[in-house]
């Protein structure tokens, strides 16, 4: 079936540094990718949609500029949280939806597995 | 986006069925449900979806109501494993997945 490889799984970096999280699919292509973000005991929230070759479109509220989006290929999207600080600190998730119909066993979406993000 | 209701928490013992509703009394005519799961510490995995006609596969089963104002996730027999947060999701394919509050699940040995 589909997979959505993602890593970091987890990371500890010092504030004011940046943070690079890639999600590549592994046996699908992905026009579109989400990027979520996820506090303990809350639920996920859509931070941004990238698309393939275009700029990311980002939720109300979320900074593009503190987020940086790439979606270079069809396989491959990337956050970078830039100057990270430690309300930045929470998990991350990615997820891909396959190009065409066809191509995807359920017509959803596949998820990766989280990147947890701690800014000390 | 259409809205969806669904119990905060639910409760069951191992080994027997489990029945998780959600109201999604605005969806569209095109919009499939999607049911999805979180284990702790783990990006959400697919459990099953459907458009109109009750849907089986190996990990559930989907029931919609007629008017599909509403459907109901059932697990046959609740294992351990199956101890996470379900959210059920109006949506039609190619629009981003917008995540409600789910159902947290706990299940008891």
């Known amino acids: 079936g589909a997979v959505v490889s993602q890593h970091p799984s987890r990371v500890i970096c010092k504030s004011g540094t940046s943070v690079k999280i890639e999600c590549r699919s592994l046996?699908?292509?992905?026009?579109?990718m989400f990027w979520y973000r996820q506090f303990p005991k809350q639920s996920l929230m859509l931070m941004a949609t990238s698309n393939e070759g275009s700029k990311a479109t980002y939720e109300q509220g979320v900074e593009k500029d503190k987020f940086l989006i790439n979606h270079a290929s069809l396989t491959l999207s990337t956050l970078t949280v830039t100057s990270a600080h430690p309300e930045d600190s929470s998990f991350y998730i990615c997820?891909?939806?396959?190009?065409?119909?066809?191509?995807?066993?359920?017509?959803?979406?596949?998820f990766g597995s989280g990147t947890r993000l701690t800014v000390v | 986006d259409a809205k969806t209701t669904q119990p905060n928490s639910m409760e069951s013992n191992e080994e027997e069925p489990v029945h998780l509703p959600c109201n999604h009394s605005?969806?569209?005519?095109?919009?499939?449900i999607h049911w999805y799961r979180q284990l702790p510490s783990q990006g959400p995995e697919y459990v099953i979806h459907g458009l109109t006609s009750n849907v089986n596969n190996r990990m559930a089963s989907l029931a919609i109501a007629e008017d599909r104002k509403s459907s109901t996730l059932i697990l046959h027999r609740a294992t351990l494993r199956d101890a996470a947060v379900y959210y059920c999701?109006?949506?039609?394919?190619?629009?981003?997945?917008?995540f409600g509050a789910g159902t947290r699940l706990f299940v008891k040995a």
């Open positions: 999701i109006p949506n039609t394919g190619g629009f981003k997945t917008i």
């Open positions: 605005t969806i569209s005519g095109t919009d499939y």
């Open positions: 997820s891909a939806r396959a190009i065409t119909k066809g191509a995807h066993p359920n017509y959803g979406y596949t």
């Open positions: 046996d699908f292509q992905a026009t579109t």
